[in-house]
C-alpha cells in the first residue's frame, strides 16, 4: 500500500490543523492505520493509532482529548484532527499502515511496513 499524507501548515498555538493519509493500492480496509511525529534528533513518536474498522483507537498520552483520529475506508483515506494545539506540537507527521496488531504494536513505529512521506506541522507561539 502507499500512503500520502497532506494538510500540515504553520498555524498559531491554540489553533486547528486536520491531517490527511490517502491511501492506494490495496485494500485499505485491511490496514490498522497510525500516526507518529518526528523531531530533528528524536525518535520518531506514537501519536495515534486506527483499527481497520475504526472501533479501536489509541492515543498518546499527551494528546489529552485534543486530537482525533479516524478513516473513510470508503475514500481510503484516514484522519487526524488536531485542536488547541502546542508549540510543541510541532514536528513532522508521518502516517503507517500494517496488517492488525493490538495496542503494543500498533502504538510502536518499528512494527509499521509501510510509511508515508511525512507533513509539516509548524505551531508558533
Given at each position: 500500500?502507499?500512503?500520502q499524507?497532506?494538510?500540515?501548515?504553520?498555524?498559531?498555538?491554540?489553533?486547528?490543523l486536520?491531517?490527511?493519509?490517502?491511501?492506494?493500492?490495496?485494500?485499505?480496509?485491511?490496514?490498522?492505520?497510525?500516526?507518529?511525529?518526528?523531531?530533528?534528533?528524536?525518535?520518531?513518536?506514537f501519536?495515534?493509532?486506527?483499527h481497520?474498522?475504526?472501533?479501536?483507537?489509541?492515543?498518546?498520552?499527551?494528546?489529552?482529548?485534543?486530537?482525533?483520529?479516524?478513516?473513510?475506508?470508503?475514500?481510503?483515506?484516514?484522519?487526524?484532527?488536531?485542536?488547541?494545539?502546542?508549540?510543541?506540537?510541532?514536528?513532522?507527521?508521518?502516517?503507517?499502515?500494517?496488517?492488525?496488531?493490538?495496542?503494543?504494536?500498533?502504538?510502536?513505529?518499528?512494527y509499521?511496513?509501510?510509511?508515508?512521506?511525512?507533513t509539516?506541522?509548524?505551531?508558533?507561539?
Amino acid at each position: 500500500v502507499q500512503l500520502q499524507a497532506s494538510g500540515g501548515g504553520l498555524v498559531q498555538a491554540g489553533g486547528s490543523l486536520r491531517l490527511s493519509c490517502a491511501a492506494s493500492g490495496r485494500t485499505f480496509s485491511a490496514y490498522a492505520m497510525g500516526w507518529f511525529r518526528q523531531t530533528p534528533g528524536k525518535e520518531r513518536e506514537f501519536v495515534a493509532a486506527i483499527h481497520w474498522s475504526g472501533g479501536i483507537t489509541y492515543y498518546a498520552d499527551f494528546v489529552e482529548g485534543r486530537f482525533t483520529i479516524s478513516r473513510d475506508n470508503a475514500k481510503s483515506t484516514m484522519f487526524l484532527q488536531m485542536n488547541a494545539l502546542k508549540p510543541e506540537d510541532t514536528a513532522v507527521y508521518y502516517c503507517a499502515a500494517r496488517i492488525g496488531g493490538n495496542r503494543v504494536v500498533l502504538t510502536t513505529s518499528s512494527y509499521y511496513p509501510y510509511w508515508g512521506q511525512g507533513t509539516l506541522v509548524t505551531v508558533s507561539s
